[in-house]
């Protein structure tokens, strides 16, 4: 937000361009304003020689059914709309901040933070900071300040400081929730000298990882997902021209999710992602299906166009449960429901309940839900499940992989690796192979992707020469070819084709995998 000064008045505006209020003063033309370092107070001088003094009040915040507003006094009032409970704490000093969610109020003052749980609204945990705080983000299991003096700090509910990071080149008092965010597990920031960069760290250890995101633009929005385990750890950032990315965090692998976005949010409860984007409002329900099938992801995408009530950049302020609060330019909040059976899904999900997912899908009848099921199958290695939602979306070429995945190959080991494979996760499935002995399986792997110098390597190394030999010199017969690899053209001159040997072999590796019982 920001101050105008004008002829006996001062407005409180918001950067998207409506008013929070408009204050009328005895001060003649406002030629100078300047704000405290909290963001908290503002003075201003007149033209007739006055000075004005202004406080921020009546802040005003809303998560599910409660109510947090503040007044002059530094009174906090907490009102539950469905209970009708309400509860009023003093607070000795200034409040600076406040921030409602994931069942907590954080309250900052002068001196303290105060830590509320929405169930004990009357034993706050106190903690003693030395500096005003800046901005409080909050999350499921800790939350992190910033101030100019400690800089980022991550506290979690009880008040015990977890990790307070250095980072080089990032300017405290130009952070926002627009260029930091913290989840379970990561904090990320993007860089104020190097805008296109963004560090992240694990809060754990709190070391960096490496490899930092380097993106082609300056990023103007960022946010961590909230759902599910670290290792499916998400970040989401737009750049400058307005394109939304989706990037694992341990691993970075940068992909385009959308074109025209204003604002994106994660949901606080599942993995969906929200976005408006050009003047439509877009929800993905799975959105880590972009990273191995993109026709899936399209299909798991809920859209509305929302152009009339929506206005010029409109800007998400909460995504909670099947919930999602929009603020037009006007300033005026419309909030927007998403289909409760994504939710649904995904607690069926984290039980690994297949059957009642199935079960839902059938009772729904919709083709995005179905979607969504075969995507979270399929990401879980899940080949029961992942067959029927392929054959509800007529996914007729995906249907047939999963089939012959079932039918084909008897281990454990041989199904997930190939389920890697379909996720384009081609070094993951190699491993798997390799350490589960299905040698041979590793090795046609390599030739069905024509990495024909991996192949050989693995068939010098586990005694198969002769079979990647003979499957090459057949690719380059059908190709009408010569051979070029050196090392092709070695082993050439040393091994002797004997298809009759070759497929006893593969004959007796396969026997092997089915009499290990893993079925």
Not at 21 to 28: I, K, L, P
Not at 115 to 140: G, H, R
Request: charged share 25%; aromatic share 10%; glycine share 6%.
């Amino acid at each position: 937000m920001f101050a105008v000064g004008s002829f006996n008045s001062l407005c409180l505006c918001d950067k998207t361009g409506w008013t929070y209020s408009r204050e009328r003063t005895d001060s003649g033309s406002l030629f100078n304003l300047a704000w405290t370092t909290d963001g908290t107070q503002v003075a201003g001088a007149g033209g007739n020689g006055a000075v004005i003094l202004g406080n921020l009040v009546e802040r005003k915040l809303e998560w599910q059914s409660i109510v947090v507003t503040t007044d002059e006094d530094n009174h906090i009032h907490i009102q539950d709309v469905t209970t009708e409970q309400i509860e009023e704490h003093a607070c000795r000093d200034r409040l600076i901040k406040i921030s409602l969610a994931y069942d907590y109020l954080v309250a900052a003052t002068t001196t303290q933070l105060q830590v509320f749980n929405v169930a004990t609204w009357n034993s706050p945990i106190a903690v003693d900071i030395k500096e005003s705080v800046n901005l409080i983000v909050q999350a499921e299991k800790h939350f992190l300040t910033v101030d100019n003096f400690s800089g980022i700090q991550i506290y979690n509910y009880e008040g015990r400081l977890l990790l307070s990071p250095k980072i080089g080149g990032v300017l405290m008092e130009f952070l926002n929730e627009q260029t930091i965010a913290v989840s379970n597990d990561f904090l990320a920031v993007v860089d104020r000298k190097d805008r296109k960069t963004i560090h992240r760290f694990e809060i754990s250890t709190g070391r960096p990882l490496e490899n930092k995101i380097v993106h082609s633009l300056d990023i103007i929005q960022l946010c961590l997902n909230q759902y599910s385990n670290s290792n499916q750890r998400k970040v989401a950032f737009i750049d400058k021209n307005h394109d939304l990315y989706i990037s694992p965090v341990n691993k970075i692998k940068v992909t385009k999710m959308g074109l025209m976005v204003n604002s994106a949010r994660w949901s606080d409860k599942t993995d969906m992602l929200a976005a408006v984007s050009d003047g439509k409002f877009l929800v993905w329900l799975y959105p880590n299906s972009v990273f191995f099938d993109k026709a899936l992801t399209t299909a798991t995408r809920s859209m509305r166009d929302a152009s009339t009530e929506l206005g010029t950049n409109p800007q998400i302020v909460d995504f909670f449960g099947k919930t999602c609060v929009v603020r037009r330019t006007d300033g005026a909040l419309i909030s927007f429901s998403v289909t409760p059976y994504p939710l649904m899904l995904y607690a069926f999900e984290e039980k690994g309940d297949w059957n009642s997912s199935i079960r839902l899908c059938r009772f729904v009848k919709d083709h995005t839900l179905w979607a969504c099921l075969a995507a979270m199958a399929v990401d879980s290695n899940d080949l029961n499940t992942a067959e029927v939602a392929f054959a509800a979306v007529e996914e007729v070429d995906k249907l047939q992989f999963i089939a012959r995945i079932t039918e084909k190959i008897p281990s454990v080991e041989g199904r997930t690796a190939e389920l890697y494979l379909f996720k384009g996760q081609q070094k993951e499935a190699e491993q798997l192979f390799l350490q589960s002995g299905l040698h041979w399986r590793a090795i046609k792997m390599n030739i069905r992707l024509h990495k024909w110098e991996r192949a050989l390597e693995l068939g010098i190394k586990y005694n198969r020469v002769a079979a990647v030999v003979g499957y090459r010199q057949r690719y380059l017969e059908s190709a009408k070819k010569e051979e070029k690899l050196k090392d092709f053209i070695r082993e050439n001159s040393k091994v002797t084709v004997n298809w009759d040997e070759i497929k006893l072999q593969v004959k007796q590796d396969k026997d092997m995998e089915a009499n290990r019982g893993n079925y």
